[in-house]
């Protein structure tokens, strides 16, 4: 789409600038995206009475990182706006603002209750999916008063706030064993219950995964968990939202969300811990969160987090039909039109918006760079861990790999998606492999 040059602009013709940042003192940079200073002004360029008339070609901006974040919908919003002038009142105080900021903040809860099929007495609100992890793992650990009980038992797969928290408790003298996945990305039962023993205090596996989207087979892996008398914790940050989702079916203890995989602001989640399990506060002061964790509630963030879980059960359905097949639109397109490409992960077992491709012959970063300069936003596996654009740890711990690991690419989807922008996408990508994959052998012939 093309404008006029803006009046007094410069006709100087600017191309496409890659921006990076210092790392460290080693003085390595990072790369951190195309420079929002400057627009694609270039090449059009006519003559008439000496007078140089320069045409603007508007930047195709194109998501593809859902699973990074989601845009906040309006009507979440114009929901905080309104909470922020009109519901500031501290929902402990017993006066009518109080009481006004409380009811607002029930009804948030109860609509997060709704979206897994749970008690809203049972969910605890808490900044995010980090902190609902991490109040999950410690919270047991700390309520755990069986000597003989101090093990956890989890995957390779899992998220940093699983991974990183379990290791902080294994530094405190827990027994932490992380079990394999294998290629499929999928945990089996068979390989779960050679695991568990009677130390075994509680096994944590994610729901969905964040990078291959595979999705685990919780109610089994939670039935095995409870016959050697361990709690079972899901983090399912990466499926609340996307597919239906019930505590009561999946059998678990404890469920971790995060209110910005699903449209509602960041800074926003729960914890939904089933009736009877005992856990130990991380945050002590006030009996905010039924003493489970203390600090007065962020009201306004929370009712937007109520607003876009009620969203998000209304159109769970039909946009996980449609947006499963945006995906594949996206993932045929590519298979067929760029040779040396592969799904990583089980292809039937997974949540509808996320593949993830492996591209033989480049590196994942330089292709991400290249899409990020076509105004594609994608992405080489977690956003809690990708910026130093380290191989992804879930392909690693899938077995596959090192250079594997190395090559592939996340893209996930989401409700703004538009056919036009997967067309687009599969139409710019062949170019781009082809390009890097010529400037990979040029560089090795070249040493």
Same mark, same amino acid.
């Given at each position: ?25 080693? =003085? ?9 200073? !400057? ?16 045409? +603007? ?6 998501? @593809? ?8 919908? $309006? ?10 002038? #009109? ?18 903040? #029930? ?27 991490? !109040? ?9 008063? #069986? ?26 003298? +827990? ?8 290629? *499929? ?12 023993? &009677? ?31 361990? @709690? ?26 995060? =209110? ?6 960041? /800074?926003?989640?729960? @914890? +939904?811990? &089933? ?30 987090? /109520? ?39 089980? $292809? ?13 012959? !480049? ?8 899409? #990020? ?7 080489? /596996?977690?956003?809690? *861990?990708?910026? *130093? ?19 592939? !690419? ?27 994959? &010529? ?9």
């Amino acid at each position: 789409m093309f404008s006029t040059l803006p009046k007094g602009a410069s006709t100087a013709i600017h191309e496409p600038r890659t921006i990076y940042r210092p790392t460290g003192e080693s =003085g390595a940079t990072q790369y951190i995206g195309r420079s929002t200073k !400057l627009s694609t002004l270039f090449c059009s360029k006519h003559r008439t009475n000496r007078a140089a008339v320069l045409r +603007w070609i508007e930047i195709v901006r194109i998501y @593809l990182d859902y699973n990074a974040t989601t845009p906040v919908a $309006r009507d979440v919003a114009d929901a905080i706006s309104r909470a922020l002038v #009109d519901t500031f009142g501290n929902p402990s105080s017993v006066h009518a603002f109080g009481q006004g900021a409380k009811a607002a903040l #029930d009804e948030a809860r109860t609509e997060v209750a709704r979206l897994v099929d749970a008690d809203p007495s049972a969910v605890v609100f808490t900044s995010g999916g980090t902190e609902a992890d991490n !109040l999950a793992l410690r919270g047991v650990a700390a309520a755990t008063r #069986d000597p003989g009980r101090r093990r956890i038992v989890t995957t390779g797969i899992e998220h940093e706030a699983v991974l990183t928290t379990a290791r902080a408790l294994e530094r405190e003298g +827990w027994t932490v064993e992380v079990v394999a996945v294998g290629e *499929s990305g999928v945990l089996s039962p068979a390989a779960l219950e050679p695991r568990l023993t &009677r130390e075994t205090a509680l096994v944590s596996v994610m729901h969905a995964n964040n990078e291959v989207g595979t999705i685990q087979p919780i109610a089994e892996l939670a039935a095995l968990a409870h016959a050697h008398g361990a @709690l079972f914790h899901t983090d399912a940050v990466q499926s609340v939202g996307k597919v239906p989702v019930s505590v009561s079916a999946l059998g678990v203890d404890l469920l971790s969300l995060s =209110g910005h995989k699903f449209g509602g602001p960041k /800074g926003t989640g729960a @914890l +939904w811990i &089933r009736r009877g399990v005992r856990l130990g506060a991380q945050a002590t002061g006030g009996r905010q969160e039924r003493n489970r964790r203390a600090g007065t509630e962020n009201v306004p963030s929370l009712v937007g987090l /109520g607003v876009a879980a009620r969203l998000a059960r209304a159109k769970l359905d039909t946009a996980s039909v449609s947006i499963g097949r945006l995906r594949d639109r996206l993932e045929a397109g590519i298979l067929s039109g760029v040779a040396g490409t592969v799904v990583n992960g089980d $292809r039937d077992r997974r949540v509808p918006n996320t593949t993830n491709i492996g591209f033989e012959g !480049l590196e994942a970063e330089s292709l991400l760079i290249a899409l #990020d300069l076509e105004g594609v936003a994608v992405s080489t /596996g977690s956003a809690c *861990s990708s910026g *130093s654009l380290e191989p992804s740890h879930v392909l690693r711990a899938m077995g596959l790999p090192s250079q594997r690991a190395r090559n592939s !690419l996340r893209f996930s989807l989401g409700a703004e998606t538009t056919a036009e922008e997967i067309d687009f996408v599969v139409g710019v990508l062949p170019a781009l492999v082809a390009k890097l994959r &010529r400037l990979g052998h040029t560089a090795a012939a070249l040493h």
